[in-house]
């Protein structure tokens, strides 16, 4: 049976293949669709690709030297790689309210939540979907993003968390379409945190960002 209030929580060792990730979610979400699956937050890491969300410009694909996928996801290109923290959240928003913007921002704060733990000042940005904070020479970049789909109101992706990622792997694309402003990770900005941390980080924050998509009475 579906707990409405605490979803499956694993974390994979490794280095997860990106298309048997992807069909593990939509057999997942199926299952959630159908009423014999459990909601799950799902911690991952993957080998270096790039992904291709649904507002993807063939442009923005600078050097494909890694593999592309077609995700699925709203978003344009994105990076994945090791060092990067994975966060596939899939939710019942039947059960949980059928406001995806609203999803999307508990989402953020989920994130920015557990940055905070982390002693990292994070934030969102006005018009900007993702997690932001402030480099070491004071700009303001990008350290986490955000891609979802929700398919019969079933979310599927989630969020992606720059732990300690090889950087110069994101010059291979726009990341999210945005070329202004510098992506960084914990590990650039000085920040010895492991994923063990970030993963005890995000345990600990869960729980305010589930209840934020609870129904109210």
């Known amino acids: 049976m579906i707990s409405p209030l605490t979803p499956e929580w694993t974390v994979s060792s490794g280095l997860t293949d990106y298309a048997a990730a992807l069909a593990d979610m939509e057999a997942r979400a199926a299952a959630i669709h159908a009423g014999d699956g459990d909601e799950r937050i799902w911690l991952l890491e993957?080998?270096?690709?790039?992904?291709?969300?649904?507002?993807?410009?063939?442009?923005?694909?600078?050097?494909?030297?890694?593999?592309?996928?077609d995700a699925g996801r709203g978003g344009r290109y994105t990076y994945h790689g090791p060092g990067q923290r994975i966060g596939y959240v899939q939710l019942d928003l039947?059960?949980?309210?059928?406001?995806?913007?609203?999803?999307?921002?508990?989402?953020?704060?989920?994130?920015?939540?557990?940055?905070?733990?982390?002693?990292?000042?994070?934030?969102r940005a006005e018009g900007r979907i993702g997690i932001w904070?402030?480099?070491?020479?004071?700009?303001?970049?990008?350290?986490?993003?955000?891609?979802?789909?929700?398919?019969?109101?079933?979310?599927?992706?989630?969020?992606?968390?720059?732990?300690?990622?090889?950087?110069?792997?994101?010059?291979?694309?726009?990341?999210?379409?945005?070329a202004e402003f510098p992506v960084t990770s914990l590990a650039a900005l000085g920040n010895p945190a492991t994923f063990a941390d970030v993963d005890k980080a995000l345990a600990e924050t869960a729980p305010a960002f589930l209840d934020k998509l609870s129904p109210r009475g």
């Open 46 to 69: 993957h080998p270096p690709l790039y992904t291709a969300g649904t507002s993807a410009d063939p442009a923005e694909l600078l050097d494909p030297r890694f593999p592309v996928f």
């Open 94 to 123: 039947t059960k949980r309210g059928r406001d995806v913007r609203a999803y999307v921002s508990a989402l953020e704060g989920w994130v920015i939540d557990a940055l905070g733990l982390l002693s990292v000042e994070a934030r």
């Open 133 to 178: 904070t402030d480099d070491r020479d004071g700009r303001e970049a990008k350290i986490g993003a955000i891609g979802v789909r929700v398919k019969r109101w079933v979310t599927l992706h989630g969020f992606s968390l720059n732990v300690n990622p090889d950087l110069l792997h994101f010059t291979g694309i726009v990341p999210c379409g945005i």
